[in-house]
């Protein structure tokens, strides 16, 4: 029995010395000065390495594959990384904070606003209010909390050349908010292809920390990816960027607990024969990443039809909204 005891007293001794202490990126297996400064460079941490797949993180190091491996394995461990009780991610959820679009019928379809640690995409034809929602959520999100904002700013990556501050201003003046104070805290970067695009994207947590950012736009997120992969022998490839680039804004909406709303563009389906053509651009990939997905129709002059497509906790429904000089209301 003593020697039972002794053996599993060796043997939790020996386990101990195989946990690695992790405080610095230096500590990791695998990472030397080089590397480590390569990764800071890039904006990564341990939490960050934790996440990440073992080619990315030997693109950025060049560490190889294997090794990174173990650098993420190592990661992990010393995050703690595995299960835990749904009554603590409950307890979470108490953080989330929501964004009021400016319409109360359009806020109710979604659960109460655009929320944080979310993906929210509208998506439809020209002209149907995808990027007048974004402006609205650029000025709301800096109102304070029992305004329906989040007291942040944003970042808002413009793919299409549609940004218009002086719309903005406008959108500001309406709702008494100094037009000046509101451009300022809106940090807009134009993405001239789908690389910079992701660029723009991996750059942005930096400024996350900097500039309290509550809210990151990106209109369109498929423009780029669209023009720049042509033809079906380059679908895989737009894919897996497309995948790669819309869960770098899902991990910094949840690290941060801020919004992400996201504008796409569309097709006509020749394969649909009866109903409505339109088909929404980035296939699978897209549709299972969006928390929120809505699809915008235009109405009669001012009118906008908004559908709730899908969404893990709200049913399908519709609502009418408008988009007027003064913003977006019912």
Known sequence: ?????????????????????????????????????????AGYDIEKIAASSPHELDEIADIGVETA????????????????TADKILERRKLVGRITTGSKELDALIGGGVETMAITEC???????KS????????????????????????????????????????????????????????VAKAINSDHQMVLADKMEE??????????????????????YVGRGALSDRQQKLNKHIHTLQKLADKYNLAVYITNQ?????????????????????????????YLRKGKEEKRIARLVDSPNMPEGECVFKVTPKGIGD
């Open 69 to 84: 491996r173990r650098t993420i394995a190592a990661a992990r461990d010393s995050l703690e990384m595995g299960y835990e």
């Open 266 to 294: 569309v097709m006509d389906n020749p394969g649909i024969m009866f109903g409505d053509p339109t088909t929404p651009i980035g296939g699978h990939v897209l549709a299972h990443a969006a928390t929120y997905r809505i």
């Open 123 to 129: 998506y439809g034809k020209f002209s149907s209010g």
């Open 1 to 41: 029995m003593a020697r039972k005891k002794e053996s599993d007293s060796m043997a939790e001794e020996v386990e101990e010395k195989k946990k690695i202490i992790v405080k610095e990126l230096e500590d990791l297996p695998g990472v030397g000065d080089v590397s480590a400064e390569k990764l800071r460079k």
């Open 207 to 228: 400024m996350i920390k900097e500039k309290n950012i509550r809210l990151i736009v990106v209109d369109s997120l498929t423009s780029h990816f669209r023009a720049d």
């Open 132 to 187: 007048q929602i974004g402006f609205q959520l650029s000025v709301n999100v800096q109102k304070p909390q029992e305004q329906g904002g989040l007291g942040g700013n944003v970042l808002f990556i413009d793919t299409e050349s549609t940004f218009r501050p002086e719309r903005i201003a406008q959108l500001a003046e309406t709702v008494g908010m100094e037009a000046d104070a509101v451009l300022k805290n809106i940090m």
